[in-house]
Structure formats: structure tokens, C-alpha cells
Nanobody
Framework: VQLQASGGGLVEAGGSLRLSCAAS????????MAWFRQAPGKEREFVAA????????YYADSVKGRFTISRDNAKNTVYLQMNSLKPEDTAVYYC????????????????WGQGTQVTVSS
């Protein structure tokens, strides 16, 4: 599975962005998908995950109620809708594919996209 993240950019605090992660490979629909982020000088952190079969979702407390993860298996794409953005959401966002829903550690995922920069100005 190859992953390509896009949709990042510069937005003011309170604004919204939607990230996309396009996957290649016939087995995309059988993978749980997740978004992680890494801010400068900080470790990579889990953001959200979605299960491959029933669309169950799981979020980090820091984004719960503001971010929504979704997927379209027909389009081999997973999305991250980000609302009410805060300056502390500034980071490079990565999508990942794995086999363990609710996994929050990076090493639990098998495939990674290249990352897309999100910058939120105050």
C-alpha cells in the first residue's frame, strides 16, 4: 500500500482544513487507517483512526469534537476534517495504514504517507 497525503496549508485560528490520503493497492479497504502529526521539536503523536470494516473511529483527546476522520473505500481515500483549528495543531500530518484499530504508536502501523504541513496562525 502506498499513501499520498495532501490538503495541508496555512489557516487562521478557528478555521478549517480537510486533509486527504490517497492509497494505491487493492487491499486498502482491509486496512485500518490513522492520522498522526509531528510538531517541530516534538515526538510524533496519534490523532485519529478509523477501522477498515465498520468505520468505527477513535480520537486523541486533544482533537476530539474538532476533527473527524472518514474514509471512502471506493476511492481508496481517507480524510481528516479539521475544524476550530488552534495554533497548537500546527504540525506535519501523516496518514498511516495498519492492522490494529486504536493503535496509537507509530510502530504499530505498516505503511506511511509522506506528510503534509498544517500551519495555524494565531
Amino acid at each position: 500500500v502506498q499513501l499520498q497525503a495532501s490538503g495541508g496549508g496555512l489557516v487562521e485560528a478557528g478555521g478549517s482544513l480537510r486533509l486527504s490520503c490517497a492509497a494505491s493497492g487493492r487491499t486498502f479497504s482491509s486496512y485500518d487507517m490513522a492520522w498522526f502529526r509531528q510538531a517541530p521539536g516534538k515526538e510524533r503523536e496519534f490523532v485519529a483512526a478509523i477501522r477498515w470494516n465498520d468505520g468505527s473511529t477513535y480520537y486523541a483527546d486533544s482533537v476530539k469534537g474538532r476533527f473527524t476522520i472518514s474514509r471512502d473505500n471506493a476511492k481508496n481515500t481517507v480524510y481528516l476534517q479539521m475544524n476550530s483549528l488552534k495554533p497548537e495543531d500546527t504540525a506535519v500530518y501523516y496518514c498511516a495504514a495498519g492492522r490494529h484499530f486504536q493503535a496509537t504508536r507509530g510502530y504499530e502501523y505498516d505503511y506511511w504517507g509522506q506528510g503534509t504541513q498544517v500551519t495555524v496562525s494565531s
